[in-house]
């Protein structure tokens, strides 16, 4: 069963995140991994191994807000490039990532969204339904990480939970 962890703090969550993947881990996955607001950048780390090696990648991965996931695979197989969280710079972007997201359940109608974001300019760097609402938040989003998640959700089929946080707004997760 996948699990989300998520934290915003004044001081380094990244012990947080992983600690409470460790929790996580009596439940089974296939891959993990953690992402964080660092320097004003998005920062991550996954894996197709155990929380433990997680942990090992992210000693030198400091942040105040982050999200953290372990996943059992559904769409795509048990992959780094599948591990979330996943990220999405948009179109063009030259600043790097600009969301970042995590996300438990299926969505139906990924296949459908997946074509118009590709149509829209978007690459794809893996076979999830995550990714295609990385892209689809990053799309809508227009300064309110809220709103846009919001927005995004309405156009999502299916039974899902998610966590997102925005390089933009960087001491918020939604």
């Known amino acids: 069963m996948c699990g989300i962890v998520g934290a915003v703090a004044q001081r380094n969550i990244v012990p947080v995140l992983v600690e409470g993947l460790r929790r996580l881990e009596y439940r089974g996955y296939d891959s ?4 964080v607001h660092a320097d ?9 191994a155990r929380v433990a090696e997680l942990d ?17 695979a559904t769409h795509g197989a048990p992959t780094t490039d599948n591990a979330h969280p996943h990220f999405s710079a948009g179109p063009g972007a030259g600043k790097g990532a600009r ?15 997946r074509r118009k974001l590709a149509g829209a300019g978007y ?6 339904d995550t990714e295609v609402i990385a892209h689809l938040v990053d799309q809508l989003y227009e300064g309110d990480l ?13 039974a899902y939970a998610i966590a997102v946080f ?8 939604v």
């Open 32 to 35: 993990c991994g953690v992402a």
């Open 40 to 48: 004003g950048v998005l920062k991550r780390a996954r894996s197709v």
């Open 56 to 72: 090992a990648q992210t000693a030198s991965l400091p942040g105040f807000t982050g999200i953290a996931h372990t996943r059992w």
């Open 99 to 113: 969301i970042a997201l995590v996300h438990n359940g299926i969505i139906e109608n990924y296949e459908e969204l």
């Open 123 to 128: 690459v794809f760097d893996s076979q999830t």
């Open 146 to 158: 809220f709103e846009a998640v919001q927005r995004a959700v309405r156009e999502l089929h299916g």
């Open 166 to 173: 925005c390089r933009d707004e960087p001491h918020r997760v």
